[in-house]
């Protein structure tokens, strides 16, 4: 009896241990396919945002695609710094003080020269076991833009899951396609947000009018936020296309548009962010 008792027992125990790594496994996998399926997103996104962004933009388009968050982990800096460096393939690594916190920092390429993309990691210390990680991708050429959508999803998905609470934007930016040079636009225009018979003397609003109806064939957009002055004009919006999202002042927002005289150039740029713009235009 004492012996059936013992072989009953063991089974119990053996049971539970494989019930409990079977539960593991599943929670591992649940965690991966969510990883995935987030990284998957961003490329998404990116490919309609290259694709809206053809009749928007002339030229080359410089892309740089974000992925940042707090991790969090009791490593050293340079511990923390290295392991992320080393899954995400970046050779160069070196520490700076700034604004009198130690920066770690590691750089490098992918592609050949035709079509190379260049990343950068930032791992900033906030507190004990608490690091803000910036990893910020680039393209060098028109080719690598194409390249662009699936690096930032691989390399995304990496830092996701070393537990890394990354999220994704990018931006897009470039000179306006089909819009002429400010002193050639009327002195007054009419636009759409102002009251009736309320003239806007901002002739970016009449160039940014043809850009976002050009977009408005790619994607379908509700105007949620605006801003405009004599030279620059910028608009957020909701986008039921566009998966990643962000809210601001209680909206969730997919997308933000914005154009900028440049005096310097003497040309309108245009700035494409998804789902905010978080670069300089």
């Given at each position: 009896m004492k012996n059936r008792w013992g072989i009953l027992m063991m089974a119990i125990v053996a049971g539970a241990i494989i019930i409990k790594s079977l539960n593991t496994a599943g929670t591992a996998a649940m965690a991966d396919a969510a990883y995935s399926a987030e990284a998957a997103s961003s490329r998404t996104q990116l490919r309609q945002l290259l694709a809206a962004s053809e009749g928007l933009i002339q030229g080359s388009r410089q892309a740089t695609v974000k992925w940042q968050g707090e991790w969090h982990t009791m490593?050293?800096?340079e511990e923390a710094g290295e392991l992320l460096a080393d899954?995400?393939?970046?050779a160069d690594r070196y520490t700076e003080k700034v604004h009198g916190n130690q920066v770690f920092y590691a750089?490098?390429?992918?592609?050949r020269a035709e079509d190379i993309i260049h990343g950068k990691l930032a791992l900033t210390?906030?507190?004990?076991?608490s690091y803000y990680v910036i990893l910020r991708l680039e393209n060098r050429t028109d080719e690598s833009l194409q390249r662009l959508p699936e690096a930032g999803e691989s390399w995304g998905e990496a830092l996701l899951r070393e537990g890394v609470r990354a999220k994704w934007n990018a931006a897009l930016?470039?000179?306006a396609a089909g819009v002429v040079s400010a002193p050639e636009w009327p002195d007054s225009w009419q636009d759409d947000t102002a009251g009736a018979g309320e003239a806007n003397p901002m002739p970016a609003l009449a160039a940014f009018a043809k850009l976002e109806s050009r977009m408005k064939e790619q994607l379908k957009l509700r105007a949620e936020e605006s801003f405009a002055d004599e030279r620059t004009v910028s608009r957020s919006y909701a986008a039921e296309d566009l998966p990643i999202k962000a809210r601001s002042a209680g909206q969730e927002i997919s997308l933000q548009l914005a154009l900028h005289w440049n005096t310097e150039s003497e040309r309108y740029d245009v700035s494409i962010g998804s789902p905010l713009l978080t670069v300089e235009y």
């Open positions: 490593l050293s800096l899954r995400l393939g970046l750089e490098g390429a992918s592609g210390l906030q507190e004990e076991g930016q470039g000179e």
